[in-house]
């Protein structure tokens, strides 16, 4: 947080200067450690066993909070008598299907609930994806073997749990408050758990059993009436294979303590741009509309009625149910007078999902010549997404590209700079594609909202024009709609429609440009019929499902409360309480603390004075406190639903957790999940460490490519995997950003971090003969690269299954091109593309390589080095690509794979590369 | 500069006699430091802003002087950064100033070695042309069982991440109206 977050930062010196202890678990050590009261180097990606071991500890030691935990989590309610766990099924829960490698997850369910709904899960969305996506063969780049048909077709688009919890089919449920019921999911949680002991945490993650207790009596000691624990992650958590899985593990540690709701508590998901969380919320994302809404998928979504009803239970409890509202508001914001109660609210102008139509399924549609167009808008997938050169190919089959940025990055440039026209991949005269580039207007030179990593809106002000030919993207997309409208305007065609019923009247500022305030207006909702027509909506509780509001994103409605631009405000920190409710403006409702209900106890009273924070008035008979409470202001802690009553009635006066279908915080998730209602460990994709839990090795849902692309390292005790000794993760530097788009190009931080390294320990660089400030070289099953070595003692070995384990260190902010002032190898190009069910998220923050010293290959001949490695460990198509882990032989090894061909191993190479057989030059050692 | 040089002048003096006793101030000023004045003083105009690299969202203040940004600073208004920038934030006056910024608009034909000029009402034509042409190609009416699908898998898009929520918006809107889903943000990533 130090490192990359430095700013927000001073908040966690402030408090440890009032006595908190901070704690930082970290492959390596940053200046976050520096800091910090304990260091706890873990190895990347075992964090669910080191935090399974403290829900272990929580548990065993009855160190929970007891009256928080019956009250307002799942502890008590039953789980369904067809629930198996993993440790019966060798690895996988039950309604694991190893065909498809995904699961029927309705065993999980509450008993006598009945099947759950979850946002189009398998359970529920038998869709198949028949498009033609997975059609085998056509570029040169696409060799085949994408993920198989039919694990494909059974995944759904993915969860969009983001501003809400699944759907559960009914709001009643039954419930054990003495917690001693065997199928409690306070029972079922403890016994998940009770593997996960200290030596498990130092067979699987090489922490010592003395700094686990350290880690457990220090959480559990600061946690309670008085006191609070927070977390903090960033992309360390969601760059896994099971990355829904580690967030899932801290949100039960949480709860089990009572951190969440409360000031000081909370899981803080730290983002890393500027307005990362905006473009969640209001997504530029396949599988999302506005608000988290999920985008309609065919089949369960072919009418309105049937979109709503599948992605909230009228029967269930909470806020959610009242999506239809929020729905039909944002159809008559994009519709306007063309979305009417009769022709559903133009809901069928909606474009329907099949599938996976994220990012890297793109980029492999675009190695099939399956898309013509594409927009880079502020993104470098050259250098910052996993596998650059499967994201560079995908580039060169596209026919027009459009690239939007500040810099010449080398997404724009590729044509002539990629590494793959040295190794011969591409030839420049050979490329088709058509490049735009437009230079993008800066922060400071366009109007307009961020929305930073506590969900706060803040209005940044115009203070120049755009230089040159810049453009704001409001603009340029503006004008862009502009000129399809009339290039379509007259057409009969019903497909034209959507484009030309579209609201797309926007004023102008006073620079003649589109007023970005009237999108934000926009985005709030207005009132469209009544006496108030015409006005901004308030909060979205004025949403109405039968077409008289409109608003395009129901969890922004309020920014623009009483006309006013709730995010402009700017009320100095200083002028006001320690929450800041007049400092720009929070979602939902500027709500500071989420389901901040939890931070008093079910009566309604503070949990202790030190921490009060929301609480009923019995006087005034209203929700009070420092923050806008997060619950109905009304609603007395003793109000108990009718029997059968859904939605918000359905809610008691001591459910917190509103937008969850039970009120109540999951330990345990009966729905909402892919890869299992809990959380448990498995290894990276690429990992030397076998599995210590049982034999499944990694996810058993994880999305798997098996293509001549992205072949695989061997792992765990498969044949090979010696030949891939070392994990690796890769992260940022204070000083640049991302891929390096806004970093590289800028003289000062250029000059302060100017060249690519790794770092590694004194043993590791001992082991291989690695030289501080020479050269070394890392490869993997995709590339090798070169970096300069920072020989280390900030990296730890660790002791694991009686061997040591060393990490390496990459930071992954430089790329290959002519046009930034610093340059280097791009670490994201060693990762091949694996991703988590649930989100479609790449591992890229942990796999395996070896490191050799001295430079990499140069030119074709980097190519056969790395095909040359593969070999001798035996990589085929099926190395790591099998979701189930196969029984082992008579030797107790991994059964061997069939060894396929591995001719034409080379991608999109030319036939019979050239160039000297791909031995390390050792001599070019600086 | 013309200020007449006397042993009263001494800096070592002014540190004994000028209540600057560490010599960390005034005493240690020389007339070229005293003859400067701060971008931030003579600036036109102070505009609020926000860092646009990470999402800590700290505050920032924009100085202006003839059109042109002179200065980025840390806003001690901000309760979430009380005056504070990290190294990018420091130096976000060069991502607007940065000679090296691109501002001009360029193209590639397909085959080409080089980029060459146009303008951007032309290029926006083009796309939109392309636009056009690429949804018509790649359209899906309906799946097998003749289920409306009602989209074009022919363009892309992938950003976003340090755009305004304005922005996003609009190209959601547009994207999804035109039909095109493959629609994708950084925050995936």
Not at chain 1, 329 to 336: D, R, V, Y
Not at chain 1, 799 to 816: K, S
Not at chain 2, 98 to 114: E, H
Request: hydrophobic share 35%.
């Amino acid at each position: 947080m130090a490192e990359c977050h430095p700013v927000g930062f001073q908040w966690v010196m402030e408090a440890k200067a009032r006595g908190a202890k901070v704690i930082h678990i970290d492959p390596r050590f940053t200046r976050t450690s520096a800091v910090a009261d304990t260091h706890v180097p873990i190895r990347a990606g075992s964090d669910i066993a080191f935090l399974g071991a403290i829900i272990n500890y929580i548990l065993s030691t009855e160190k929970y909070f007891h009256d928080y935990v019956v009250a307002y989590t799942n502890a008590a309610t039953l789980v369904s008598e067809d629930f198996v766990d993993v440790d019966d099924l060798d690895g996988v829960f039950s309604g694991y299907d190893p065909e498809t490698g995904t699961y029927d997850t309705s065993s999980w369910s509450y008993e006598g609930v009945g099947e759950h709904s979850a946002g189009g899960g398998p359970a529920s969305d038998p869709a198949k994806d028949d498009e033609g996506g997975e059609e085998k063969g056509g570029g040169s780049g696409a060799t085949g073997g994408s993920e198989s048909e039919e694990s494909e077709s059974d995944r759904s688009a993915g969860y969009e749990m983001g501003g809400h919890g699944a759907s559960l089919d009914h709001s009643e449920v039954r419930r054990d408050e003495t917690l001693q019921h065997p199928r409690t999911v306070f029972q079922v949680l403890k016994r998940h758990f009770a593997r996960y002991t200290p030596e498990m945490v130092q067979e699987t993650c090489g922490i010592s059993p003395e700094q686990l207790l350290e880690v457990c009596e220090a959480v559990t000691a600061n946690s309670g009436r008085d006191k609070t624990t927070a977390w903090v992650y960033s992309v360390g958590w969601t760059h896994h294979t099971v990355g829904v899985q580690m967030i899932r593990t801290s949100a039960i540690i949480q709860l089990l303590l009572g951190n969440m709701g409360r000031p000081g508590g909370g899981i803080m998901a730290l983002r890393g741009h500027a307005s990362i969380q905006g473009s969640t919320d209001i997504p530029t994302l396949f599988n999302l509309l506005p608000g988290y809404l999920p985008m309609p998928k065919v089949g369960p979504h072919d009418s309105l009625d049937e979109y709503v009803a599948e992605i909230a239970s009228p029967d269930q409890k909470g806020f959610w149910v009242n999506a239809k509202s929020y729905t039909v508001s944002l159809l008559k914001a994009w519709w306007g007078d063309a979305a009417t109660e009769e022709n559903d609210f133009a809901f069928g102008y909606m474009p329907r999902l099949t599938g996976d139509h994220g990012t890297y399924a793109t980029v492999m549609s675009m190695l099939r010549d399956e898309i013509d167009g594409y927009f880079l808008l502020g993104q470098n997938p050259a250098v910052g997404s996993a596998h650059g050169k499967m994201q560079r190919m995908g580039l060169s089959h596209l026919k027009w590209l459009v690239v939007r940025d500040l810099n010449l990055i080398e997404s724009a440039t590729f044509w002539s700079d990629a590494p793959e026209i040295e190794t011969g991949e591409l030839k420049t005269d050979e490329i088709d594609t058509e490049v735009f580039f437009f230079p993008a207007a800066s922060h400071v030179e366009k109007g307009g909202t961020f929305t930073q990593t506590q969900r706060m809106l803040q209005w940044h002000h115009k203070a120049v024009d755009p230089p040159g030919d810049a453009q704001s993207e409001l603009e340029f997309f503006y004008l862009l709609g502009q000129k399809i409208r009339q290039r379509l305007a007259g057409s009969t065609d019903d497909r034209d429609r959507p484009i030309l019923d579209l609201t797309w009247d926007y004023p102008l500022d006073e620079d003649g440009e589109i007023s970005a305030e009237a999108v934000l207006a926009e985005i709030n909702g207005f009132h469209l019929s009544g006496d108030k027509a015409g006005q901004p909506l308030n909060t979205f509780n004025e949403m109405k499902p039968d077409g008289s509001t409109s608003g395009g994103c129901w969890i922004y409605t309020g920014v623009f409360a009483d006309g006013v631009n709730q995010a402009m405000r700017r009320k100095p920190g200083r002028e006001q309480s320690w929450v800041a409710p007049e400092w720009g403006w929070a979602w939902p409702m500027n709500r500071r603390t989420l389901y901040n209900r939890a931070s008093a106890d079910p009566e309604g009273k503070p949990w202790s004075e030190k921490k009060a924070y929301v609480w009923w008035d019995e006087e005034a008979k209203k929700w009070t406190g420092h923050d806008v409470p997060d619950f109905e202001v009304g609603k007395a802690p003793s109000y108990r639903p009718e029997e059968g009553a859904s939605g918000p009635d359905g809610l008691a006066g001591d459910d917190p957790f509103i937008m969850q279908a039970d009120g109540k915080g999951w330990l345990y998730a009966p729905a909402g999940l892919l890869d299992g209602p809990m959380p448990t460990h498995y290894e990276p994709q690429e990992s030397p460490v076998s599995n210590p839990m049982y034999r499944q090795q990694a996810n058993p849902t994880r999305e798997v490519f098996p293509r001549k692309d992205n072949y695989q390292n061997p792992s765990g005790d498969e044949p090979g995997v010696e030949l891939y000794p070392y994990v690796f993760t890769t992260y940022r530097l204070t000083e640049h950003h991302t891929a390096g788009g806004m970093s590289r190009f800028q003289p000062y931080l250029s000059e302060l971090q100017p060249e690519f390294f790794c770092e590694v320990s004194p043993e590791l660089a001992r082991e291989r003969g690695l030289e501080n400030l020479g050269w070394a070289t890392i490869i993997s099953a995709r590339t090798a690269i070169e970096a300069r070595v920072l020989v280390t003692e900030r990296v730890t070995p660790l002791r694991i299954a009686g061997r040591t384990v060393h990490q390496i260190g990459l930071p992954y902010h430089w790329g290959q091109g002519d046009q930034a002032l610093v340059s280097g190898d791009s670490a994201n190009d060693l990762f091949g593309v694996t991703l988590d069910a649930n989100v479609h998220i790449q591992e890229t923050k942990v796999a395996s390589c070896d490191i050799q010293p001295g430079r990499r290959p140069r030119g074709p001949a980097l190519l056969e080095y790395v095909a040359a490695h593969r070999a001798r460990a035996g990589v085929t198509l099926a190395t790591g690509n099998e979701h189930r882990t196969p029984p082992e032989d008579a030797e107790g090894k991994h059964r061997r794979v069939t060894r396929d061909d591995l001719d034409g191993d080379v991608i999109g190479g030319p036939d019979g590369a050239t160039g000297a057989k791909g031995s390390m030059n050792k001599q070019e050692r600086s | 500069m013309d200020i007449k040089k006397t042993f009263l002048e001494w800096p070592v003096l002014r540190q004994l006699t000028g209540g600057d006793p560490l010599g960390r101030g005034n005493a240690v000023q020389s007339p070229r430091t005293r003859a400067i004045t701060p971008r931030t003083a003579t600036a036109d105009k102070v505009v609020q802003s926000v860092c646009p690299y990470c999402a800590v969202g700290c505050g920032q203040r924009v100085f202006v002087k003839d059109g042109h940004v002179t200065q980025i600073e840390g806003d001690p208004d901000s309760p979430v950064s009380r005056g504070r920038l990290c190294p990018k934030g420091s130096a976000s006056e060069q991502l607007v100033n940065s000679p090296g910024r691109a501002t001009t608009m360029l193209y590639r034909r397909p085959r080409s070695r080089q980029w060459e000029r146009i303008g951007v009402e032309q290029a926006t034509d083009m796309i939109a042309d392309r636009m056009v042409e690429s949804r018509r190609k790649r359209w899906q009416d309906t799946d097998d069982e003749g289920r409306p699908l009602r989209r074009t898998m022919g363009i892309a898009a992938l950003g976003g991440a340090t755009l305004d929520n304005e922005e996003n918006y609009l190209i959601k809107k547009l994207f999804t109206a035109l039909g095109a889903i493959q629609i994708e943000n950084q925050a995936r990533i």
